[in-house]
């Protein structure tokens, strides 16, 4: 019985502070003149890492390369078995 209480002032202390904080008024939104923060930009671009991905093949060298697995048709069914193989790895 005795944690029942301890619960219950628990309890009212943490409602008595949230019931505090609410007690600014708000503007009103429909207040021409109601005082609004300053807007801050922020750049969408903000934490933007550049893809380092090593050094990329000269086009004449990915078109060679396209040819040999059979066009892009056969450079998806490359990518679909090395997928397959790694899943089989995994089991």
Same mark, same amino acid.
């Given at each position: 019985?005795?944690? !029942?209480?301890?619960?219950?002032?628990?309890?009212?202390?943490? +409602? =008595? $502070?949230?019931?505090? =904080?609410? !007690? /600014?008024?708000?503007?009103?939104?429909?207040?021409?003149?109601? %005082? !609004?923060?300053?807007?801050?930009?922020?750049?969408?671009?903000? $934490?933007?890492? %550049?893809?380092?991905? &090593?050094?990329?093949?000269?086009?004449?060298?990915?078109?060679?390369? +396209?040819?040999? +697995? $059979? /066009?892009?048709? &056969?450079?998806?069914?490359?990518?679909?078995?090395?997928?397959? =193989?790694?899943? $089989?790895?995994?089991?």
């Amino acid at each position: 019985m005795q944690h !029942t209480h301890v619960y219950l002032i628990a309890l009212a202390a943490l +409602a =008595a $502070g949230t019931v505090s =904080a609410q !007690t /600014g008024a708000r503007p009103d939104p429909a207040d021409p003149q109601a %005082r !609004t923060p300053a807007p801050v930009y922020r750049s969408a671009f903000e $934490g933007y890492r %550049r893809l380092e991905d &090593g050094q990329r093949p000269s086009w004449r060298e990915a078109n060679e390369e +396209a040819a040999r +697995a $059979g /066009g892009h048709v &056969g450079i998806v069914r490359e990518q679909m078995a090395r997928e397959k =193989a790694a899943q $089989g790895e995994r089991k």
